[in-house]
């Protein structure tokens, strides 16, 4: 059991549980669980417990506000609650059904560089020995897709490559880090005020500032510091602190990645960078990616 300031299972009195104020849509392997748990360090913020899939499961939607609402922990009056779902972000039902809930609602997207973010996700769906008609998006399939063989045991170069040696772009890690083709759908139901986009790379390499920023977005007092995070050699990420205990990421976020050869790396980002230029122009910020 985690210690009990970790923990959100505790019902204070005089808390209730409310609908979130605030979501975090995505991106999947871009940090959204480290995220989660940093703003979890700020007395104001509440987390659910795991990935809730309120509004990208039609079956979860099916069973209406209420059983969302008792998806969320309790919380002392002008605390924020704050769920994560990262399907949310790739879904197109979402946006519209998030507006629906509460049109008002706060978002956070936290994104990586984009061929780190597809090797991470190879890197998952590998360890989970994923088959390719899993790890494929009909949606974003395209004529130039080979019948798909099994993914499991294949090399990152043979799934994100096409015979002919362009970027399959059917291959759901990279369909995913199209981050424009996504982005779009949220643009077109949200002001872009209401998005805060979280750069996922400089939350690793040093968290604060990017605390800071969402601390401001949300409205909250600055109050996650330096004196929240220690840097763990071992797992080669910062670890968080509160004033009762430490906390690392399980093993299964920071994982050692494979090695890529380097003229894929350079295929992949010279594909990506065309669609992150689009996506800068989409969010009106230079992430400031390799190109
Ligand atoms: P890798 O495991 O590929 O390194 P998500 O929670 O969205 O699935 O994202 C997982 C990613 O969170 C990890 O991808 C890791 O790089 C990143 N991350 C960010 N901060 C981290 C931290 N403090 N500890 C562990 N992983 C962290």
Known sequence: TPPLLFSNKVHFPRTSRHLPQAIIIGVRKCGTRALLEMLFLHPQIQKAAGEVHFFDRDDNYGKGLEWYRRKMPYSFKGQITIEKS??????????????????????????REPVTRTISDYTQLRSHGSTASSA???????????????????????????????????????????????MHRWLEVFSRSQILVVNGDQLIEDPVPQLRRIEEFLGIEPRIGRQ???????????????????????????????RVSPVVVTKLRRFFNEHNQRFYELVGEDLGWPE
């Open 136 to 182: 494929t998006s009909s949606a974003t399939s395209s004529s130039k897709t080979p019948p798909q063989q099994p993914s499991f045991g294949r090399s990152f170069e043979d799934l994100v490559l096409l015979p002919d040696g362009s970027i399959n772009e059917s291959y759901r890690p990279v369909a995913i880090s199209l981050y424009h083709t996504h």
């Open 228 to 258: 929240n995070f220690y840097f763990n050699h071992t797992k080669g990420f910062y670890c968080l602190r509160n004033e009762t205990a430490d906390k690392c990421l399980r093993e299964s976020k920071g994982r050692r990645h494979p």
């Open 86 to 111: 990262p399907s949310y972000f790739v879904t197109p039902e979402v946006p519209e059904r998030i507006r629906a809930m509460n049109a008002s609602v706060k978002l956070l997207l936290i994104v």
